[in-house]
């Protein structure tokens, strides 16, 4: 059972538009959320995290807002270029566990030029 | 460069074979983990060693182990090897165990194909 979902595989944007990747949970006790980035060949890397007491966090073009009451978060990429065309992962993790994070199966962003 | 180093990067096998993969964390990390990437599935935690003990366990088959040596670096052996075992393998490190999330850098991973 998963318990974090990311239902599209993939996502064909243009560049200078905005990419959305969107994530689900079922867990209630997340309560710390990351996005990885990952290119062909490398492993992931840290993106942007969030902790359940915001809602919002932004780090440049990059923006990660948590819904907790839909146990749903998505990642917004503004202005989309060409260079973040990668498989980006989206990972809980619970503070009263192990934290180790659970991903889910990743989504597959090509920015077009 | 995360500055986590993962060996071989690419190895190909046969069923009911023996392999094991190699990882060396960044300098100063004492938490390494072991990750599964099989086709269209996200990174499964496998097992998670801090300073040489087991600290965590996911879903690890009993045919895979792992250990972390004195020197940090971490080796997951898979026995016994079966069609469904071709993966990605990831390893990650860190610098702490638990108490708060700790931001994992990810090696390049190994590419495990099992004929």
């Known amino acids: 059972d998963q318990q974090v979902k990311q239902n599209s595989p993939s996502l064909s944007v243009q560049e200078g538009r905005i990419s959305i990747l969107n994530c689900d949970y079922t867990?209630?006790?997340?309560?710390?959320f990351l996005w990885y980035k990952k290119y062909p060949a490398e492993g992931p890397t840290f993106l942007i995290s969030?902790?359940?007491?915001?809602d919002k966090n932004e780090d440049g073009r990059f923006t990660v807002f948590l819904n907790k009451s839909a146990k749903h978060l998505s990642l917004h990429i503004v202005p989309s270029q060409p260079g973040d065309s990668a498989v980006y992962f989206c990972a809980a993790s619970a503070s009263g566990g192990s934290y180790i994070p659970t991903f889910g199966r990743g989504t597959s962003l090509i920015v077009h030029p | 460069d995360s500055g986590v180093t993962q060996t071989p990067k690419h190895l190909i096998t046969a069923t009911g074979q023996r392999v094991t993969l190699r990882c060396s964390p960044r300098?100063?990390?004492?938490?390494v983990y072991w990750y599964q990437q099989s086709l269209d599935q996200g990174l499964q935690f496998l097992i998670q060693y801090y300073n040489g003990e087991e600290r965590a366990k996911g879903n690890i088959l009993e045919r895979f182990s792992a250990q972390q040596f004195p020197d940090l670096h971490s080796e997951l052996n898979l026995s016994s090897l079966e069609l469904g075992d071709s993966a990605l393998y990831f390893c990650?490190?860190?610098?702490?165990?638990?108490?708060?999330?700790?931001?994992?850098?990810f090696g390049p991973g190994t590419r495990l194909t099992v004929l």
């Open positions: 969030i902790s359940s007491i915001k």
């Open positions: 990650a490190s860190s610098v702490w165990a638990s108490g708060s999330y700790n931001e994992q850098f």
């Open positions: 867990n209630s006790m997340f309560d710390y």
């Open positions: 300098s100063g990390d004492l938490s």
